[in-house]
Structure formats: C-alpha cells, structure tokens
C-alpha cells in the first residue's frame, strides 16, 4: 500500500513531506519535493545539485546511517517573498541515528533547515536547501592545532 502523504498546498507542506518522507525510509518521495536542478547543502557541508544526487545521498543516508532514526518537526516559520515564492525554516529533532566507532548511542540532534520555495502547477517544490546542526550554548566553529573541527564559545574565554 502507497503511503499517503501531506498535500503540498501550502510553503509549511515542505518540511512535514521531508519528515513523513524520511520517517518512512522514502527517498523517491523526499527527492520529489526538489526541482530537478535543486541545490541541497547537508549538515557538513557536502553539496548537491540535482534532485537525482539529492535522491542518491538520501537512499544512501536512509539505508546505512539513519535506518532507525526517526526525524520530529518542532517548529516552522514561514518568510513569504511573494505569492509564489517563500523561505521556510524548520527546526527538526533527529533521533535513532546508527551507532559509529566510539559512539555506541549517539544522542538525539537538532537542526535547522532552510528551504527556498516556490509554487509550481504540482503544489510547492523545493529549489534549495541548507540543513544545519544546531550545536548548544556555542557560537562558531574553529579549526584546532589537530586540525579538527570544534564549536567554540567565545564567552567562555576569561580574562582575555
């Protein structure tokens, strides 16, 4: 039986299609909300341009590193440019990622994403995407003497 899915009769659509879509382990759905030419930038910055890398990475994504996650919408705001066109953001829980080399139960994540939207005569389709972790009580991220990437809060440096 064909899942059934949230109408994509408004901009808010997006992000409860992305949900359903991921939740049910469903890249051909959540590759269909993108223009064929959509650009989608992940949380650590691997960049795709067509819906059919978008589709790729997630069908990857979906099998080998979030097979178990479960992926929760808590809040969305709407920014309309025109009748047509809009700025979606969603901040989104991850939960049930895949345990990896010393991380044997990784927690549950936040992030945001931004998706530019537009209408088509199919509903509203996505033509961009940038998905953000949000990383608590930090501020930026820097480059450390290993060569690592970290999130740093400069408010925490004293006397300096």
Request: hydrophobic share 40%; net charge neutral; charged share 25%.
């Amino acid at each position: 039986m064909k899942q059934q899915y949230t109408l994509l009769d408004t901009p808010e659509s997006i992000p409860l299609v992305f949900i359903e879509a991921w939740n049910n382990r469903d890249p051909d759905t959540l590759a269909n909300l993108f223009d064929s030419n959509a650009e989608f930038v992940n949380v650590v910055g691997r960049w795709w341009h067509n819906r059919a890398s978008i589709r790729k990475a997630h069908a990857y994504g979906l099998e080998h590193i979030f097979n178990r996650s479960t992926l929760r919408l808590l809040e969305t705001r709407v920014k309309t440019l025109s009748d047509t066109i809009a700025v979606v953001h969603a901040r989104m829980e991850l939960s049930g990622q895949r345990p990896i080399d010393t991380v044997s139960n990784p927690g549950k994540r936040q992030n945001i994403f931004s998706f530019v939207v537009h209408l088509t005569p199919d509903g509203w389709r996505c033509a961009s995407a940038h998905n953000t972790d949000v990383v608590p009580n930090q501020e930026t991220n820097v480059v450390n003497d290993s060569g690592k990437l970290v999130a740093v809060d400069y408010r925490d440096i004293k006397g300096k």
